[in-house]
T-cell receptor, first 110, second 113 residues
Framework: GENVEQHPSTLSVQEGDSAVIKCTYSDSASNYFPWYKQELGKRPQLIIDIRSNVGEKKDQRIAVTLNKTAKHFSLHITETQPEDSAVYFCAADNAGKSTFGDGTTLTVKP | DVKVTQSSRYLVKRTGEKVFLECVQDMDHENMFWYRQDPGLGLRLIYFSYDVKMKEKGDIPEGYSVSREKKERFSLILESASTNQTSMYLC????????????FGQGTRLTVV
């Protein structure tokens, strides 16, 4: 089955700095890669996603890149703000079944 | 807005009890999922369903079963609760099989004593 590794497990940045979270996957059949943000005590919510026929996608301060050959994808957050503090999960999806990474706890210090 | 609702936010059950966790979605989604969330372990898939009466095992199905009698409702059953099933349980739904986001419920924090 699919295996997704996510790094780092914790990340602390100063407000205004950039944050990068990296994930690798094992199954070359995976074709959809969503990223979810989970604030404390709340449900995970999609923040950005990318499909396997696209190399990069950007939405304001958030961007995701995908390297299919190397089987890795990354989340980039620029100009971080305290409200970006949360747990972030990457996932690799094949035929509607998502395998999640273990999560990254991002702390943005004001 | 898609709404996925889990019947309980917090549950405390005794070892050996049969436990039912209920999940209802209001957007006519085909696909529903049950995950277990533990610190440092991410979200692990227990069971999923692509249609009414259909179910498939996820990565950690042992000790669990599911029921999907109606399209909008997906139930997770702990046949005989054990302390190692103490966890946060998250239900999710998706409109189709492929390349669409999952909508999560608010979670049920289950404690087995």
């Amino acid at each position: 089955g699919e295996n997704v590794e996510q790094h780092p497990s914790t990340l602390s940045v100063q407000e205004g700095d950039s944050a990068v979270i990296k994930c690798t996957y094992s199954d070359s059949a995976s074709n959809y890669f969503p990223w979810y943000k989970q604030e404390l005590g709340k449900r995970p919510q999609l923040i950005i996603d990318i499909r396997s026929n696209v190399g990069e996608k950007k939405d304001q301060r958030i961007a995701v890149t995908l390297n299919k050959t190397a089987k890795h994808f990354s989340l980039h957050i620029t100009e971080t703000q305290p409200e970006d503090s949360a747990v972030y999960f990457c996932a690799a999806d094949n035929a509607g079944k998502s395998t999640f990474g273990d999560g990254t706890t991002l702390t943005v210090k004001p | 807005d898609v709404k996925v609702t889990q019947s309980s936010r917090y549950l405390v059950k005794r070892t050996g009890e049969k436990v039912f966790l209920e999940c209802v979605q209001d957007m006519d989604h085909e696909n529903m999922f049950w995950y277990r969330q533990d610190p440092g372990l991410g979200l692990r898939l227990i069971y999923f369903s692509y249609d009414v009466k259909m179910k498939e095992k996820g990565d950690i199905p042992e000790g669990y079963s599911v029921s999907r009698e109606k399209k909008e409702r997906f139930s997770l059953i702990l046949e005989s609760a054990s302390t190692n099933q103490t966890s946060m349980y998250l239900c999710a739904s998706r409109p189709t099989k492929g390349q669409t986001e999952a909508f999560f419920g608010q979670g049920t924090r289950l404690t087995v004593v």
